[in-house]
């Protein structure tokens, strides 16, 4: 089961930073925070990954909190096509198999305002 | 080129017919998955196969079998397909299932309708 927190829904202009929140305060020292997005109609698409330190990348930067149970997912400036559900992960275990999965939650909604 | 592809991008059919999805990743990567997305929205695991052997194997009725021929394909065969079936289904790949490192690459979906 997803072991994430994220608002259902959030709205931003565009042009304008838009800061994505996502809580996992049960997240053990070894989970990798995973963002994911899916435009309409299309299949997820990876936006970054980070362990502890703060990532950034040409989608986006991953604020990861001190403690790790918290992480901000920041687009600098907005697009139409932002627009999406953006998914909050952490990687799961799979016991015994030796290997780990990534378990959707129900994101985020992001709408962006002309 | 397109990294993980899905065929068909639709498939509409009727109850009790067994159907297949087939899916190619050009990327190389060890992992390869199937997801289903029903009509609330949420994703959820289904198989997950690596080098050829299965990993990952969620409770999903025994009328779906996935086959892998070799690294780069993972095909989805359903057998007497259910109205509750229908929803999209999603491949995927990764270099490996260790996500440290690594990220995974979904393909377009397949809208599976059964009427």
């Known amino acids: 089961d997803a072991k994430t927190t994220q608002p259902n829904s959030m709205e931003s202009n565009e042009e304008e930073p838009v800061h994505l929140p996502c809580n996992h305060s049960?997240?053990?020292?070894?989970?990798?925070i995973h963002w994911y997005r899916q435009l309409p109609s299309q299949g997820p698409e990876y936006v970054i990954h980070g362990l502890t330190s703060n990532v950034n990348n040409r989608m986006a930067s991953l604020a990861i909190a001190e403690d790790r149970k918290s992480s901000t997912l920041i687009l600098h400036r907005a697009t139409l096509r932002d627009a999406a559900v953006y998914y909050c992960?952490?990687?799961?275990?799979?016991?015994?198999?030796?290997?780990?999965?990534?378990?959707f939650g129900k994101g985020t909604k992001l709408s962006v305002i002309p | 080129d397109t990294a993980v592809s899905q065929t068909p991008k639709y498939l509409v059919t009727q109850m009790g017919n067994d159907k297949s999805i087939k899916c190619e990743q050009n990327?190389?990567?060890?992992?390869m998955y199937w997801y289903k997305q029903d009509s609330k929205k949420f994703l959820k695991i289904m198989f997950s196969?690596?080098?050829?052997?299965?990993?990952i194997n969620e409770t999903v009725p025994n009328r779906f079998s996935p086959k892998s021929p070799d690294k780069a394909h993972l095909n989805l065969h359903i057998n007497s397909l259910e109205l509750g079936d229908s929803a999209v289904y999603f491949c995927?790949?990764?270099?490996?299932?260790?996500?440290?490192?690594?990220?995974?690459?979904f393909g377009q979906g397949t809208r599976l309708t059964v009427v």
């Open positions: 995927a790949s990764s270099q490996d299932s260790t996500f440290s490192t690594t990220e995974a690459f």
């Open positions: 992960i952490l990687r799961d275990v799979r016991s015994g198999a030796g290997s780990y999965q990534l378990t």
């Open positions: 196969y690596n080098n050829k052997e299965l990993i």
């Open positions: 049960t997240i053990s020292g070894t989970d990798y």
């Open positions: 990327l190389g990567h060890d992992t």
